[in-house]
């Protein structure tokens, strides 16, 4: 069954025919070069130019506002016509072998049926996602004999037992739970980061972040066994981690719509001991960079941040590798590499063709990867020196990121929120609180030494768990401007029509300005917005406001004339009534007459002809008559 699983597994690393990025991997080398990002940035002359032009641009551009000057931001998912995004894996648990002690359980696998929803896209605030990562026991752990202190129930819970026999067990709920038998794949399949991905093409700002104490497998998860990525492993090697697995995912997306230009650039920096390293570019002295606040993004950003072009597979692999072969990494009693800083690799994903009611549109969305360095307890890391004040650093900055999530899960309180005081809180703002999409995985450890510290994480995934953020799509100003008066535009032209059908006005309304004034308005063709120029664009801009206040204006006044038929029909019904009334009147007096005996037939109730008086003396005739 594992094997099987293994196979299934690789299947997603195996090159397909129609995949260029796979043919022209295959062709190259599979082991990466010493240096894999001098290899992009020597590529040709003139990927150097571009990628030399797209970094001074940056910084030009950064030095004016923030990452991506004049951006819109553009209401979530309602705005958008989202592709059908996959749910979260919700209240999934893999099962894992030990749970039931018997060989033939699902290890690795996952009850599909049981996979549900929590967040619900349509909504205007998603839940961060949360899911645990239980790592298997260790060689040193096993040679200790050390007790399992966790149990899976399965729908997203585990059971922490206590370490004396009269404490109560402590449980707790995710989206899901990935047991020590899960493997690499389970996590891409079922942790909710491809719908992660497939947002940040849609234009969305999202982020992964691995969360836990040192050891417990956070790096492993994000970019696999200590050295893979560094080796320049083969990337179908099944060891790999979420991000490499992300990238092809991401590509396959992305040559999925032929008819949408991207441009992908990727930045991977680390933040050591309170000072943030550009790991593509550290220089000899790793001059640390200054972390600002964009009052137009209303945003915290790097400045001069390095940035590089990727346009294929493998310019993503070597900003890895390289980012990965630059980080602190160093040993202590509890993990042999234990990462000694926190590490964000972005990638921004900016589509630069996209079609929305006709209007080409351009969005920037982005992915970030983020390997927290592990919550040390400093007596059990044995940190002394270096080490030691490594580890108080690190400690600092998840204390405040806890206090942030603390602050924002608790949803009665409005207060500060003290984001300013590590850079970590300020560069991960925006995915905790802001208009991000945030995936949190939560790694821990299944034995006895780890449980105060896995208890610890699993409070805090709970806490982070309660967190609502407001996703929001980024894309440039002028196309947030001309999408906003087209949709308007037709939010005005199904009122309109709505109102004409109401009051019954046809085409003879006004000449039909509507449709004539429609002709006036050009269909912007895909494509061809971004070779418009300016003058063009502000025309347009102005046609569209045009069409808007007329639309308004007609339909103010078909609002107007709505009201005056309502007033007419009120006073219609009201002298209706009346001669009902008067009706009533006479027919009280004729059935008294010995003449007249029968009651006239009006308002007969569940007749088609309601309110048509019949004259039943005619009816009658033959009783007067005998
Ligand atoms: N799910 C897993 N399967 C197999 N091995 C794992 C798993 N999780 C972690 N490991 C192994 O455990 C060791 C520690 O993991 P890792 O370095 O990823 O921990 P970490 O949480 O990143 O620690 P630190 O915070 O100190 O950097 C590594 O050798 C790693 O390969």
């Known amino acids: 069954m594992v094997e099987a699983m293994a196979l299934t597994n690789l299947s997603l690393f195996r090159p397909k025919k129609t995949d260029m990025v796979y043919r022209q991997r295959q062709a190259t080398p599979l082991k990466a070069p010493p240096s894999a990002l001098s290899k992009i940035l020597s590529r040709s002359a003139e990927t150097l130019v571009a990628t030399t032009r797209c970094g001074k641009e940056i910084k030009t551009r950064k030095a004016r506002s923030t990452e991506q000057p004049g ?21 999934d648990s893999l099962k894992s072998r030990s749970r039931n002690g018997s060989g033939s359980s699902r290890a690795g696998s996952v009850d599909r049926s049981t996979q549900g929803s929590t967040a619900n896209l349509n909504a205007d605030e998603d839940n961060i996602n949360v899911v645990v990562r239980v790592r298997p026991v260790n060689d040193k752990e096993r040679s200790l004999r050390e007790r399992h202190m966790l149990e899976f129930p399965g729908k997203g819970q585990i059971i922490c037992h206590g370490t004396t026999p009269g404490q109560k067990p402590k449980l707790f709920s995710y989206n899901v739970v990935f047991e020590p038998a899960a493997t690499q794949e389970d996590v891409l399949e079922y942790s909710g980061i491809k719908r992660l991905l497939e947002m940040a093409v849609e234009g969305f700002s999202c982020t992964a972040f691995c969360y836990g104490q040192t050891g417990s497998g956070k790096t492993h998860t994000l970019t696999g066994p200590p050295g893979l990525v560094e080796s320049g492993a083969s990337p179908y090697s099944e060891d790999h981690g979420l991000v490499v697995r992300s990238f092809v995912y991401l590509f396959q997306l992305l040559q999925d719509r032929p008819d949408c230009h991207y441009i992908l650039k990727a930045s991977f920096l680390e933040i050591y001991n309170e000072k943030v390293i550009d790991l593509l570019n550290p220089g000899n002295s790793r001059k640390p960079l200054q972390v600002r606040w964009s009052k137009e993004s209303r945003s915290f950003y790097v400045e001069n941040l390095f940035m590089v072009d990727c346009e294929q597979l493998d310019d993503l692999f070597a900003v890895l590798e390289e980012g990965t072969r630059n980080r602190a990494v160093g040993a202590h009693a509890m993990n042999a590499h234990s990462s000694r800083s926190h590490t964000v690799l972005s990638v921004r994903v900016r589509g630069l063709v996209r079609e929305q009611r006709g209007v080409a549109c351009a969005t920037h969305g982005k992915i970030n990867f983020v390997d927290l360095a592990g919550s040390e307890v400093t007596k059990r890391t044995n940190s002394t020196g270096k080490t030691l004040e490594e580890a108080n650093n690190i400690n600092r900055s998840l204390m405040v990121l806890g206090y942030c999530i603390a602050q924002l899960s608790d949803g009665r309180k409005k207060g500060h929120i003290p984001y300013r005081d590590s850079k970590l ?16 995985i939560a790694c821990i450890a299944p ?20 967190i609502k953020s407001k996703p929001v799509v980024k894309m440039d100003a002028r196309d947030a401007l001309i999408l906003s008066l087209k949709r308007e535009v037709e939010a005005l032209q199904a009122e309109n029509h709505h109102l004409r059908a109401a009051i019954h006005v046809h085409s003879d309304y006004n000449v039909d300005s509507l449709s004539q004034r429609n002709r006036g308005t050009p269909s912007i063709e895909t494509n061809k917005l971004y070779q418009l120029p300016q003058t063009e664009l502000v025309e347009l801009v102005q046609l569209h406001m045009a069409e808007n206040s007329a639309l308004r204006q007609e339909n103010t006044e078909l609002f107007v004339t709505r009201d005056q038929l309502l007033r007419d029909q009120e006073l219609l019904s009201r002298e209706n009534e009346r001669l009902l009334k008067k009706l009533e009147d006479v027919n009280s007096v004729c059935t008294r007459s010995p003449i007249i005996p029968a009651r006239p037939a009006y308002s007969d109730v569940g007749s088609n002809e309601a309110n048509i008086w019949t004259n039943t003396i005619s009816s009658s005739n033959s009783v007067i008559s005998s």
Request: hydrophobic fraction near 35%; proline fraction near 2%.
């Open 71 to 91: 951006e819109s931001t553009v209401k979530g998912a309602r705005s958008l016509v989202l592709p059908s995004l996959g749910k979260w894996g919700d209240e």
């Open 425 to 440: 809180t300020k560069l991960l703002a925006d995915s905790l609180a802001g208009n991000g999409v945030t995936l949190m």
């Open 447 to 466: 034995t006895k030494s780890n449980l105060s510290e896995t208890i610890n994480t699993l409070r805090y995934a709970a806490r982070a768990k309660k």
